[in-house]
């Protein structure tokens, strides 16, 4: 079975959406003033670590419309591995080796095969659905030592306790802090 593994930019007050320059938030681009070469070395061997990029289709969108413009060893890897985009209204994607499937099932699905690491970037309302289904095996959060105030979170509303074990952590000079987190089952 496959580890997933939700991994995420994070603000102080949790806030994941818009960490990377996206138009539609009053504070995008939150990281860049706190992004070391260290936490980008970082997230690169992340990625290649990584069998399967899975992501939502808003995700998708904004994935497939940036790395294929991008060069170097982190668009190379990104524009070539595997992904699957978890979307009912998206029927052809074009950004190379991208594959739909329409529900968790189809992550269920993915989880059962063999081979290496599921990785989640972004897609806020798929994390959402994959921590109320139980799917995520870990959870990685970089956060970063800013609050935001509004904006997408990391959890959903949904009233549901679910007890987390810290297994690890990594500071960065930048004073960024990533933990890996699983659930206590």
Do not use: C
């Amino acid at each position: 079975m496959r580890k997933l593994i939700v991994s995420e930019f994070v603000t102080l007050d949790g806030v994941m959406e818009a960490p990377g320059g996206e138009p539609t938030h009053p504070h995008t681009g939150w990281v860049a003033d706190l992004q070391g070469d260290e936490q980008v070395d970082h997230k690169f061997q992340e990625v290649l670590e990584a069998d399967v990029l899975l992501v939502g289709r808003v995700t998708y969108e904004s994935f497939a419309g940036a790395w294929p413009t991008y060069e170097g060893p982190f668009a190379d890897r990104m524009n070539s591995m595997r992904k699957v985009v978890v979307s009912s209204t998206l029927t052809d994607p074009g950004w190379a080796n991208t594959t739909v499937v329409p529900d968790l099932d189809g992550v269920r699905q993915l989880r059962e095969e063999d081979g290496g690491p599921i990785l989640v970037n972004g897609s806020a309302q798929l994390v959402h659905a994959l921590l109320l289904a139980d799917l995520v095996d870990v959870l990685r959060l970089m956060v970063f030592p800013v609050s935001i105030g509004s904006g997408l979170r990391i959890f959903p509303d949904e009233q549901v306790k679910v007890a987390w074990e810290r297994v690890t952590s990594t500071d960065f000079p930048s004073g960024v802090r990533e933990d890996d987190y699983r659930p206590v089952r």
